[in-house]
T-cell receptor, first 115, second 110 residues
Framework: ETGVTQSPTHLIKTRGQQVTLRCSSQ?????VSWYQQALGQGPQFIFQ???????GRGNFPPRFSGLQFPNYSSELNVNALELDDSALYLC??????????????FGPGTRLTVT | DAKTTQPPSMDCAEGRAANLPCNHS???????VYWYRQIHSQGPQYIIH???NNETNEMASLIITEDRKSSTLILPHATLRDTAVYYC???????????FGTGTRLTIIP
C-alpha cells in the first residue's frame, strides 16, 4: 500500500508569483484535503475535494484553488503569492463512504518559502 | 468542531506510560474523538479514534469517559520517538475537516 506523497518537498518563490503543489493520495482513498501550517502553529484547513469537486473550504481567499483528478490525485494552486503564504502545505487523503468514521492520512508536506 | 482542551505540555520518562488528557465537554452523541500526532517537521499521523467504547490498536489506547466529555490517550511504553505534539480533535458529524488546536507537546525523557 502506497502512502500519501507530495511534490516538491521544498520550494522558493517570489512575492506575486504563482505556485502549484501536487499530492498523490493513498491507494483506495477518494478524498483529498489540503492544510496550511505556519511555523509554530497547528495545520489550518484550506479545502477538501471529493469526486473531483470542492467539498468544503476553510477561511482562505479565492487565490487558493485546487483540483482533483480521476485517479484522486490533487493539486493546490496559489496565485499572487504573499509573504504570509510561507508555510508547510499538507495534503491528507481519506476514504469517504457516507459513514461517520474517517481517518485522514497525511503526506510529508511541501515547504513553501515566499521571498 | 467541538471545542477541545489539552494541556500545553507534558513530560514522561522513557519506558513509562504516557497519559494525555483531553476535555471535550460540548461533544455531541454521534461525534467521534480522534487523536493525531505530529513529530517535528513531519505531517500529522493518525493514531486512534473512538465513539464511546475504549479502543486499542498497535500504537495506543483511547479511554473515553462514560459521559463522553473527556478522554485519555495512553501510550503504554513511551519511547524517545514518541516525542511529538499530540492533537485531540472532535470533528463535527458529517464534516471531514479537521480543526487542529494547539495540542499537547509531549517530551519523552531518557
Amino acid at each position: 500500500e502506497t502512502g500519501v506523497t507530495q511534490s516538491p518537498t521544498h520550494l522558493i518563490k517570489t512575492r506575486g508569483q504563482q505556485v502549484t503543489l501536487r499530492c498523490s493520495s493513498q491507494s483506495g482513498h477518494n478524498t483529498v484535503s489540503w492544510y496550511q501550517q505556519a511555523l509554530g502553529q497547528g495545520p489550518q484547513f484550506i479545502f477538501q475535494y471529493y469526486r473531483e469537486e470542492e467539498n468544503g473550504r476553510g477561511n482562505f481567499p479565492p487565490r487558493f484553488s485546487g483540483l482533483q483528478f480521476p485517479n484522486y490525485s490533487s493539486e493546490l494552486n496559489v496565485n499572487a503569492l504573499e509573504l504570509d503564504d510561507s508555510a508547510l502545505y499538507l495534503c491528507a487523503s481519506s476514504y469517504t463512504s457516507g459513514g461517520a468514521e474517517w481517518e485522514q492520512y497525511f503526506g510529508p508536506g511541501t515547504r513553501l518559502t515566499v521571498t | 468542531d467541538a471545542k477541545t482542551t489539552q494541556p500545553p505540555s507534558m513530560d514522561c520518562a522513557e519506558g513509562r506510560a504516557a497519559n494525555l488528557p483531553c476535555n471535550h465537554s460540548t461533544i455531541s452523541g454521534n461525534e467521534y474523538v480522534y487523536w493525531y500526532r505530529q513529530i517535528h517537521s513531519q505531517g500529522p499521523q493518525y493514531i486512534i479514534h473512538g465513539l464511546k467504547n475504549n479502543e486499542t490498536n498497535e500504537m495506543a489506547s483511547l479511554i473515553i469517559t462514560e459521559d463522553r466529555k473527556s478522554s485519555t490517550l495512553i501510550l503504554p511504553h513511551a519511547t524517545l520517538r514518541d516525542t511529538a505534539v499530540y492533537y485531540c480533535i472532535v470533528p463535527r458529524f458529517g464534516n471531514e475537516k479537521l480543526t487542529f488546536g494547539t495540542g499537547t507537546r509531549l517530551t519523552i525523557i531518557p
